[in-house]
């Protein structure tokens, strides 16, 4: 069994508490993505969970058992880090295979693991190179390679793609999740990049100054939530905030805009009666044209992007971001009315952040 858990794990630096009580748990063939801004911990968990940082409090479980004082060797994890970590003056067969031959694999054991890595993640013509010799990507499909030969029990990854441009990121990502779906070993990742965490977890972990701020798949996360913070952090434009507040079964923004609570949220209304809200809307569920409600601000910056537009604009105190389709271009100046979907609002407590549902 190669499951994960945490146990009111805690990281700190003399009185500066950089991880703060963490408990999760990651099943045995899960993709996990630890995501957040610099700062969150996230790379400092992943390295105790290697076995690189001591922990100052709290457990840390592999297959059940506490490997707390256990030394990085005897965890069976494999790590792939953010600059790779290749030796320079060895070929990409030695790389490969050193970490093989300290455990005295027989050779054709050795030979037979790195041929068959190396056909998974098309590098096999380059097993005779130097890494001075290779691309970024070529490097980091060799990093991950001698991550594999290991067959360890669980994958690390510490931001492996940020060194990459963005066209190799996107191929080195389809690669990653590509090995996960073949091999089916737990991989824990970490990145600051929401879109590698939308794109390639089973489920997210966001993490904000130390503690866990919300936990769940790709589509609970962007869908329901919790917070301001995840609501703004995953997403890209970012989700629309706007101060507003509940006046019976309408919501009224603070530019003027009214327009009436939807769904589940109308019971919930009587009890919200006056009470001090941030309204959420991500860009892309702006609508243009219908009878529902909408919203009037003034054009301040149009971006066309192809395949559709961004609109920056103001309303009142707040300036929104709508994604509105390629052949709609306003002019900067220009009062623009957009219709919003009531069925995909956000609503926020003003105080605590916190979503309200």
């Given amino acids: 069994m190669s499951s994960v858990a945490f146990r009111r794990l805690e990281k700190s630096y ?5 991880v703060k009580g963490i408990d999760l748990d990651i099943a045995d063939r899960e993709f996990v993505v630890l995501v957040g801004p610099s700062g969150c911990g996230k ?3 992943l390295r105790m969970l290697a076995g690189l940082e001591d922990i100052s409090g709290g457990e840390i479980l592999i297959g059940e ?12 994890i494999a ?9 320079p003056h060895k070929t990409v067969f030695e790389n490969m295979a050193f970490s ?4 005295r694999m027989p050779a054709d054991e050795i ?5 068959q890595t190396a056909e998974m993640l098309g590098i096999g013509q380059l097993l005779e190179r130097r890494p001075g010799q290779l691309s970024g990507g070529q490097r980091q499909r060799v990093a991950m390679g001698r991550a594999i030969v290991r067959r360890p029990a669980v994958f690390l990854f510490d931001e492996p793609l940020s060194n990459l441009d963005a066209k190799l990121r996107g191929q080195v990502r389809g690669e990653i999740k590509r090995l996960h779906q073949t091999i089916g070993t737990t991989i824990i990742y970490v990145t600051h990049d929401q879109v590698e965490a939308m794109t390639l977890a089973d489920r997210i972990v966001l993490l904000r100054a130390g503690e ?3 936990v769940g798949t790709p589509d609970e996360i962007y869908n329901r939530p919790a917070s301001m913070f995840v609501g703004g952090f995953i997403g890209s434009p970012a989700m629309n905030f706007c101060r507003a507040h509940i006046a019976g079964d309408a919501i009224r923004l603070d530019g003027g805009a009214s327009f009436p609570v939807h769904g589940a949220a109308v019971g919930a209304s009587t009890a919200l009666d006056g009470r001090e809200i941030v309204l959420g809307i991500r860009p892309e569920h702006f609508q243009i044209g219908g009878d529902g409600p909408s919203v009037s601000g003034i054009v301040q910056v149009v971006e066309p992007l192809g395949s559709d537009t961004l609109i920056h604009f103001s ?6 971001t709508a994604r509105v389709p390629p052949q709609l271009r306003p002019v900067p100046g220009e009062t623009m009315t957009i219709g919003v979907d009531p069925t995909r609002i956000h609503l926020f407590d003003a105080a605590s952040e916190r979503a309200l549902h």
Wanted: hydrophobic fraction near 40%.
């Fill in 111 to 115: 030979k037979m693991r790195i041929a």
């Fill in 43 to 45: 790379s400092t968990t």
């Fill in 65 to 76: 058992k506490v490997v707390n004082r256990l030394p990085p060797r005897e965890r069976d």
């Fill in 315 to 320: 309303s009142g105190s707040a300036t929104l």
């Fill in 14 to 18: 003399g009185s500066f508490q950089i």
């Fill in 79 to 87: 790590m792939v880090f953010q600059d790779y970590a290749l030796y």
């Fill in 100 to 103: 093989l031959r300290v455990r």
């Fill in 212 to 214: 866990i701020e919300q």
